[in-house]
């Protein structure tokens, strides 16, 4: 099992990202994604979650409006479209898969995680 971060990196405020989660050795089609972030000396917390068909997603009100989740099940791949950033959205963000996963915040209940990419939002 993979999970692939990528697209991460060093961005303005008030900028754009898009992640990519590019997933491997499981199946895809039956999976919940999440995305996570961990900031430096913070928990790590749930930032938006996708059911494994498509048809629901969630997001915590700090990222409401400004991020959004889709994915793309031929390809095996989420991605997490981030506008208009903020300083305080600095973290490593991590996309996870699970099975049995309720697609609301917190989003408890992960199987696989990915290592994880840095995105770094200067003021």
């Known amino acids: 099992v993979q999970l692939v971060e990528s697209g991460g990196g060093l961005v303005q405020a008030g900028g754009s990202l898009r992640l990519s989660c590019a997933a491997s050795?499981?199946?895809?089609?039956?999976?919940?994604i999440g995305w996570f972030r961990q900031a430096p000396g913070k928990e790590r917390e749930g930032v938006s979650c996708i059911s494994s068909s498509d048809d629901n997603t969630d997001y915590p009100d700090s990222v409401k409006g400004r991020f959004t989740i889709s994915r793309d099940n031929t390809k095996n791949t989420v991605y997490l479209q981030m506008n208009s950033l903020k300083p305080e959205d600095t973290a490593v963000y991590y996309c996870a898969a699970g099975l049995r996963v309720g697609v609301i915040w917190p989003y408890y209940g992960m199987d696989y995680w990915g290592k994880g990419t840095l995105v770094t939002v200067s003021s």
């Open positions: 050795g499981f199946t895809f089609d039956d999976y919940a």
